[in-house]
Nanobody
């Protein structure tokens, strides 16, 4: 069974930085793509950033030039570095992965981690 475990959320002041991490564990043959989504109260779950196993990254317009996503293939871990945080970045952040294991290629979600940007 594949699991995604997130860490690094918390409270940060506007303009501050935060680094999340998401580690994939279990019977993993390969990771095709990892991504981060976020969901603010009353809103849907929106894509923040994604990265392929080859290192190709995409970002939502709202976080471009502020967030950077990277992946350590040896550790099966993805890191979004979030800089210049704004109150509107407050949300639960979810890790997502397209991972190949014994059950074939499947999509997995982490449990979510709260990020609060407030003074």
């Amino acid at each position: 069974q594949v699991q995604l475990v997130e860490s690094g959320g918390g409270l940060v002041q506007p303009g501050g930085s935060l680094r999340l991490s998401c580690a994939a564990s279990g019977a993993i043959f390969a990771i095709d793509n990892m991504a981060w989504y976020r969901q603010a109260p009353g809103n849907g779950r929106d894509l923040v950033a994604s990265i392929s196993s080859g290192g190709s990254a995409t970002y939502a317009d709202s976080v471009k030039a502020r967030f950077t996503i990277s992946m350590d293939n040896g550790k099966n871990t993805v890191y979004p570095q979030m800089n210049s945080l704004k109150p509107e970045d407050t949300a639960v952040y979810y890790c997502n992965g397209d991972i190949r294991g014994y059950l074939g290629r499947r999509n997995y979600w982490g449990q979510g981690t709260q990020v609060t940007v407030s003074s």
